[in-house]
């Protein structure tokens, strides 16, 4: 169960059971997807499952379901530590570097978070020097950039009775 649920849920948490909220994510009941680990899957594995799960433990299975442990972001981090002791920046570093400007669309970094396949743009000034980050998660939660009058939509896609909008 994720704190971001419990959080924008309208549930009393003295009384609903675990199972409840373990179960059910909304009122069309839709059940949790919860990712889970085998005991012989690799690091490379363990760090894609956690990073596209967007949590920090996952449970490790037998092949009867049963739950044997769990596997921290913080132990995939610590082992990684131990594999990559010393190896310079440089080499882990993306050098091909895609990056937007402060006066860029959001459509622009939009376009190059998704070409790159990456999730974090850098923001740069016309010298190349770090002004920030914008991240997708930036853009998608920013509600100013989504609400009906930030959208510019025209009047004729209003849904009026008897009118096609044509979106």
Same mark, same amino acid.
């Given at each position: /169960?994720?704190?971001?649920?419990?959080?924008? %849920?309208?549930?009393?948490?003295?009384?609903? &059971?675990?199972?409840?909220?373990?179960?059910?994510r #909304?009122?069309?009941?839709?059940?949790?997807? +919860?990712?889970?680990?085998?005991?012989a899957?690799? !690091?490379?594995?363990?760090?894609?499952? !956690?990073?596209?799960?967007?949590?920090? +433990?996952?449970? +490790?299975?037998? &092949? &009867?379901?049963?739950?044997?442990? /769990?596997?921290?972001?913080?132990?995939?981090?610590?082992?990684?530590?131990?594999?990559?002791?010393? +190896?310079?920046? #440089? &080499?882990?570093?993306?050098?091909?570097?895609? %990056?937007?400007?402060?006066?860029? #669309?959001?459509g622009?970094?939009?376009l190059?978070?998704?070409?790159?396949? *990456?999730?974090?743009?850098?923001?740069?000034?016309?010298?190349?020097?770090? !002004?920030?980050? /914008?991240?997708?998660?930036? *853009? !998608?939660?920013?509600?100013?950039?989504?609400?009906?009058?930030?959208?510019? *939509?025209?009047?004729?896609?209003?849904?009026?009775?008897?009118?096609? #909008?044509?979106?």
């Amino acid at each position: /169960v994720e704190k971001h649920f419990l959080a924008n %849920s309208h549930i009393d948490p003295n009384s609903m &059971k675990v199972k409840n909220a373990a179960e059910k994510r #909304s009122k069309g009941k839709t059940p949790f997807f +919860v990712p889970t680990l085998d005991p012989a899957d690799d !690091l490379l594995k363990i760090a894609k499952m !956690l990073t596209s799960a967007g949590t920090n +433990v996952l449970p +490790v299975l037998d &092949k &009867k379901k049963n739950v044997l442990g /769990v596997v921290r972001a913080s132990d995939v981090l610590l082992e990684i530590n131990r594999e990559y002791k010393g +190896v310079a920046c #440089s &080499k882990l570093a993306t050098m091909k570097l895609a %990056s937007c400007g402060p006066e860029d #669309s959001v459509g622009k970094a939009i376009l190059l978070l998704g070409k790159a396949g *990456i999730d974090h743009l850098p923001v740069v000034d016309k010298n190349g020097a770090l !002004l920030g980050m /914008v991240s997708m998660s930036d *853009i !998608l939660g920013n509600s100013q950039l989504w609400n009906a009058d930030a959208q510019r *939509i025209p009047q004729a896609a209003s849904h009026q009775a008897g009118k096609r #909008s044509g979106y």
